[in-house]
């Protein structure tokens, strides 16, 4: 079997029996990436001498009996994640000569365990986006239709996933931009509970509502990375102290007596027919497997996307006012005074997006609308955090569709700001409430892949591991990879 096809998990039994060495699978990989990287524009940076570089101190690892459980195997960042030494965009044009100093805990973690990095990924800029359309760098092509959106905003490392590029890649979620992805390319993608995974070094949207997380091919490979990647980081203050179990051994256990709650609002009129017949049909099979199915009720559903595009706006105006041409980030040329510096700096450095919600979220937060606004949507966060909570005292987890449609195509929702943010309706409530959730493949409709999403309490995410690791048990979506890149 050729490389580019097996799973994380398989690579890894292979590297343990002396299959391949990891330089040979990083070549492997590179390879891939050098063919078809391009078509995509799923990259912003390929660190080809460093990754070779980290492969041969894998294999002299393994040789000597050392090394951490993913000792040489590939992996891609979204360009996010601060990685010391090399360039750290966000997909931007006001960070895209920026080198960063440090390394981000997700990236010292998963380097410390032996993973080799063979790239940072391609996003919407900031993680401002659904589509990956509004990077700097030019949208990322969905490998299932290049015509289409991978999703965003963590659409590249989808993308390299989906592709076959790397067999798994980091990624970041505020309201759905790791499952959303995950979904219209056909990859695992699961954001774990809020203070789960440490945010160190992973340059901030929304601090309330960003959570690290994977995107892979199976639900195994999740659950490896994510092993590595929780735990308490004493540098990150919404770090939780909270025990992280072993994922990958909790994998095998039964479905028998799962509670499944069957979200009633998920399944109206805006979901696409075909779509939430393949997500039916996906719960038949845990059914078989001997979960039990329920329907609840969300009341409040509605109020997520109004609610989320208040509070992120507001977070990120924060957040981006750091970004002055002063610091670090891009300084325009020749400023007539301090004003000047500012104003033109930004203006040049954040593209239309970014400004849309810097300017969303400083109107939300000034006197005399913070009470109408802000103040008010975080009250009703609270009602969809209740909702969640009253459904958990009957079910173990809830299940529904990602997302509304399968992948759309590129530019056809640009115009329209109302409709790209209702793409990510199903997928908001368990950012604004802390909960994990995971996307995974279910089925495909005109030739293009469905995802099941299925959200859990806190603290859940071997629940959810379990889950879609049993359905993929039983069913192989998880393997159809895009013609052109087989």
């Known amino acids: 079997m050729e490389l580019h096809v097996q799973t994380l998990t398989e690579l890894k039994a292979g590297l343990d029996r002396g299959d391949f060495s990891s330089v040979e699978l990083t070549q492997a990989m590179q390879a891939r990436i050098a063919q078809h990287g391009e078509s995509l524009n799923a990259f912003i940076t390929i660190m080809d001498d460093a990754a070779l570089a980290a492969a041969q101190l894998a294999d002299e690892k393994r040789a000597a009996g050392d ?59 900031f993680a401002m986006g659904s589509s990956n359309e509004t990077s700097y760098f030019g949208p990322v092509k969905n490998p299932w239709d290049l015509d289409r959106s991978p999703g965003g905003s963590s659409g590249g490392s989808a993308a390299a996933v989906a592709a076959r590029l790397a067999p798994a890649a980091t990624g970041t979620d505020t309201g759905g931009s790791i499952r959303q992805p995950a979904a219209l390319t056909n990859t695992v993608g699961i954001k774990p509970t809020y203070g789960r995974v440490s945010r160190y070094g992973m340059i901030a949207f929304a601090s309330s509502l960003d959570q690290a997380g994977v995107i892979t091919r199976s639900a195994a490979d999740a659950a490896l ?19 992280v179990p072993d994922y990958v051994a909790g994998l095998e256990a039964s479905l028998k007596g799962l509670r499944v709650g069957i979200v009633r609002q998920h399944f109206d009129s805006g979901l696409d027919h075909a779509t939430g017949e393949a997500v039916r049909e996906a719960l038949q099979v845990l059914q078989a497997q001997g979960a039990t199915l329920t329907e609840v009720d969300l009341p409040n559903l509605d109020y997520c996307v109004p609610t989320y595009y208040v509070v992120a706006p507001a977070e990120c105006s924060s957040n981006m006012s750091r970004f002055d041409g002063v610091r670090f980030g891009r300084r325009a040329d020749n400023p007539e005074d301090l004003l000047d510096l500012y104003s033109r700096s930004r203006g040049e450095g954040f593209g239309e997006e970014v400004k849309r919600r810097i300017m969303t979220g400083t109107y939300v937060l000034s006197a005399g609308y913070y009470d109408a606004y802000y103040l008010q949507a975080q009250k009703v966060r609270q009602l969809i955090s209740d909702d969640f909570r009253k459904a958990f005292e009957s079910v173990d987890i809830i299940a529904g569709p990602t997302t509304p449609t399968p992948a759309f195509k590129l530019g056809d929702k640009t115009d329209d700001p109302i409709t790209m943010y209702l793409n990510d309706i199903y997928t908001i409530g368990a950012n604004l409430a802390g909960l994990p959730a995971i996307s995974a493949p279910c089925g495909m409709v005109q030739g293009l892949p469905v995802g099941l999403h299925l959200v859990g309490p806190h603290w859940a995410e071997e629940s959810l591991l379990r889950t879609v690791h049993q359905y993929q048990s039983q069913t192989d979506w998880h393997r159809a990879c895009p013609e052109a890149f087989r």
Request: net charge negative; glycine share 10%; aromatic share 6%.
């Open 225 to 243: 990375l994510l092993g590595v990647m929780a735990g308490f980081d004493e540098r990150d203050s919404t770090s939780v102290d909270h025990p």
């Open 67 to 125: 090394g951490g459980v993913l000792n040489g195997l590939p992996i891609v960042h979204k360009d996010i994640f601060c990685t010391r030494d090399v360039l750290t965009t966000c997909g931007s044009r006001m960070l895209e000569n920026f080198i960063s100093p440090y390394d981000a805990s997700v990236v010292e973690r998963l380097s410390d365990a032996g993973a080799v990095v063979l790239g940072k990924s391609n996003m919407d800029e």
